[in-house]
């Protein structure tokens, strides 16, 4: 079964940064874009950042353009989010899955990983 672990997450004050990684276990990941999600309490999961499966072209929410960069690792099956100048407002559980052009998740890897979270605060 093909599964998503991220990891990375942590508590930072205003203006810190994380980097998030996650890794994806099976054949498919070097086939697919993937993306970046949050998830903060009482709100919809939504779209953070994705990647093509070359890693050649990227795409963010505007929220976290200029302060978010994604990357991936084909040969590690491992998406990356470098997180610069975090605000509270970026406070959320973060997930990895695949994701289609639409910049909605595909259910490729059979299911959501357990989320990493992301305490902003001072």
């Known amino acids: 079964q093909v599964q998503l672990v991220e990891s990375g997450g942590g508590l930072v004050q205003p203006g810190g940064s994380l980097r998030l990684s996650c890794a994806a276990s099976?054949?498919?990941?070097?086939?697919?874009?993937m993306g970046w999600f949050r998830q903060a309490p009482g709100k919809e999961r939504e779209f953070v950042a994705a990647?093509?499966?070359?890693?050649?072209?990227?795409y963010y929410a505007d929220s976290v353009k200029g302060r978010f960069t994604i990357s991936r690792d084909n040969t590690k099956n491992t998406v990356f989010l470098q997180m610069n100048s975090l605000k509270p407002e970026d406070a959320a559980v973060y997930y990895c899955?695949?994701?289609?052009?639409?910049?909605?998740?595909?259910?490729?890897?059979?299911?959501w990983g357990q989320g990493t979270q992301v305490t902003v605060s001072s």
């Open positions: 899955n695949a994701v289609a052009v639409n910049r909605r998740p595909v259910n490729v890897f059979g299911s």
């Open positions: 099976g054949r498919t990941f070097s086939s697919v874009d």
């Open positions: 990647i093509n499966r070359s890693g050649g072209s990227t």
